[in-house]
């Protein structure tokens, strides 16, 4: 019986039971899906019922859906939109920031210096997959602030790169200038070479690959290669330190004026994959979360470290934004829509712990801390910006 079990058949037929709990909670307490689906992760998961642990098989389909929902979310961008100085000098302070507060709050609760390093770097992070899908369930993706989260969420990605190479080789004693300077040529190079690889070569040979008499007979072609150069720029960026989804969106951002006659749409196609894989990557984020590790000692500061981790991305993201000519409602919404720190400071976290620089109660305290950023978000936005609102943001 234990081998029925454990088939992947199984588990993914569990993993979606659990998601479709998570759609229905969401909605009995008239929340985003997100909050829905990490709910159910929650309870299903090693917090409570302990019925699925986070295994090779569940961080797998994570991470399709992951990069599969960074694909979706790209393709709506044109790159013009959110590559700019404004969203470089957002992600730029959202960085600073938040890692001077993660050092300072550590220091004062008595970790020691590498201890706090790694905690600051953790709070750089942020996770453009929550954010970006909880807009794009609202429906305000092609919104002004939409557009700040998402084009700085990717320079942050960048910065917090170089953040945790320059800490890690700080506490090891081999921080130099050079290292410093190799990850950011490869993380700017991937970017700029890749998008316009994806944009002035893909595209058009996508295009002229539409209109062959092969595509014509075999319609679902185009889907097929669409999706395989999504996962080849996933892991082109994790090739060079970058985060794999900040691949599958420089992919969607390359394709998105991508427009066929013969082939079926690649768009519509990748947009029902997101649907189940997205859904079980936000269903793990409550399942990786043990909410049994934490201790009444580290207690108070998971609360405090998350307290700070929201007001420092709200000064260091959403005072930029005002300062550089949007609303203040706007402004707000770029703040908490930079809060959430997801998977990014998860991996952080399990970088420091692999390390041993930090120690399992501070891993956990990462963890959960990434979490409670990560539900805020959504709560924010559906109960406090966009409550009754269906229009443009103003």
């Known amino acids: 019986m234990e081998s029925l079990f454990a088939m992947p058949e199984f588990q993914m037929s569990l993993l979606l039971f659990v998601a479709l709990g998570g759609y229905l909670i969401a909605s009995r307490i008239n929340q985003s899906a997100v909050i829905g689906l990490i709910l159910v992760g929650l309870l299903v998961g090693p917090s409570a019922l302990g019925l699925i642990t986070y295994t090779d098989f569940v961080r797998g389909l994570a991470q399709l859906g992951a990069v599969i929902l960074l694909f979706v979310i790209g393709l709506e961008f044109d790159v013009k939109e959110i590559l700019s100085i ?35 770097t953790a709070l750089t992070a942020t996770s453009i997959a ?33 953040v945790l190479s320059i800490s890690a080789d700080a506490v090891s004693g ?30 058009r040979y996508i295009e002229r690959l539409d209109a062959t008499g092969f595509c014509k007979k075999f319609p679902e072609f185009i889907f097929i290669f669409a999706m395989m150069m999504a996962f080849l720029y996933a892991l082109c ?9 900040v691949g599958a969106f420089i992919a969607g951002v390359s394709f998105e004026r991508v427009e066929l006659n ?38 108070l500061f ?43 400071a998860m991996i952080v976290a399990l970088i420091g ?42």
Not at 139 to 162: M, P, R
């Open 237 to 245: 960026a994790e090739a060079v330190g970058l985060s794999a989804i």
């Open 174 to 203: 081999s921080l130099s200038a050079g290292s410093i300077a190799l990850v950011a040529t490869k993380a700017v190079a991937f970017i700029v070479i890749g998008g316009a690889f994806g944009i002035f070569i893909v595209s």
């Open 262 to 299: 013969h082939s079926k749409n690649f768009k519509e196609g990748a947009e029902y994959l997101q649907i189940i894989f997205a859904s079980i990557f936000f269903v793990s984020l409550g399942i990786i979360a043990d909410v049994k590790a934490i201790t009444p000692e580290i207690f």
């Open 86 to 120: 404004r969203n470089g000098v957002i992600a730029g302070v959202g960085v600073i920031i938040p890692w001077i507060g993660g050092y300072g709050i550590s220091i004062l609760f008595g970790f020691n210096t590498a201890s706090a390093i790694f905690i600051g």
């Open 302 to 344: 998971l609360i405090v470290l998350t307290i700070v981790a929201i007001v420092t991305k709200l000064i260091g993201c959403g005072l930029p934004a005002r300062a550089m000519g949007m609303k203040r409602k706007d402004s707000l919404i770029v703040g908490f829509g930079m809060a959430p720190r997801g998977e990014v």
């Open 353 to 394: 712990l692999e390390a041993g620089i930090i120690g399992q109660s501070v891993y956990v305290v990462l963890v959960l801390m990434s979490l409670l950023t990560t539900i805020i978000t959504p709560i924010v936005y559906r109960n406090w910006f966009f409550k009754g609102n269906t229009g443009c943001v103003e």
């Open 130 to 162: 929550i954010t970006a899908n909880v807009l794009k369930e609202l429906g305000k993706l092609q919104t002004e602030a939409a557009k700040a989260i998402i084009g700085a969420a990717v320079i942050d990605d960048v910065l917090s790169l170089l």
